[in-house]
Structure formats: C-alpha cells, structure tokens
C-alpha cells in the first residue's frame, strides 16, 4: 500500500519562499507520475503541478506557472514543490498524489494520497 507523507508546510511573509517535500513508500516510485494539489479554505481542491515518472514533463495550473516548480528524486523516492514570490492566495492545505499518468492526475483521478501539510502565506 502506497504511503504519502508530506512535510515543509508553514508560515511565511507575501514574496517569501518554501520548499514542500513528499516521500513515498509502497510501491516502484519511479513508475508512477507524481503531482500536487491543494486546498485553501472555503474552496474545492485544485490542482497545482504534476512531473511525468522520469522528470522530463511538468505541468502547472496557470496561477503558479513561473513561480512554483515540481522536480523528483527517484534515487529518494521523493518529490517536492518549490514554491517562490508566494502570494496570501496561495495558503491551502497542500496535497501529494501519485498517479499512473500526469494526465490521471491532472483530471483529479490520481491513485494515491498524502495527509497534507499547510502553507499560510501573510501578506
């Protein structure tokens, strides 16, 4: 059974930066495409970015491209989120998913869930 466990969550000032990490256990890490979703209070779950198995495809919602990036360590079995210029709008409850395809992911059909951890940005 895959486990998802998140961590790098916290408080930071409007245009200040944070680091989220995602560590997987459970299954072959580097066979499934990884992403990120999130959810501000009061609001639906969105998706933010996913990363192909390989690294080499990334995909972002409009409202974060040029300021967050998606990589992964599969040598780790880990995938992270680099969030910079954060703005208060993106405070949310931020999720790990991994799924058999970014496309899976991208239409919020991922296979796999992390608990989540919680970025607050102050403006």
């Known amino acids: 059974q895959v486990q998802l466990v998140e961590s790098g969550g916290g408080l930071v000032q409007a245009g200040g930066s944070l680091r989220l990490s995602c560590a997987a256990s459970?299954?072959?890490?580097?066979?499934?495409?990884m992403g990120w979703f999130r959810q501000a209070p009061g609001k639906e779950r969105e998706f933010v970015a996913a990363v192909t198995w390989s690294g080499g495809g990334t995909y972002y919602t409009d409202s974060v491209k040029g300021r967050f990036t998606i990589s992964r360590d599969n040598a780790k079995n880990t995938v992270y989120l680099q969030m910079n210029n954060l703005k208060p709008e993106d405070t949310a409850v931020y999720y790990c998913?991994?799924?058999?395809?970014?496309?899976?992911?991208?239409?919020?059909?991922?296979?796999?869930w992390g608990q989540g951890t919680l970025v607050t940005v102050s403006s």
């Open positions: 998913v991994s799924g058999t395809s970014t496309q899976k992911i991208r239409t919020n059909a991922a296979d796999a």
């Open positions: 459970g299954r072959t890490f580097s066979s499934y495409a």
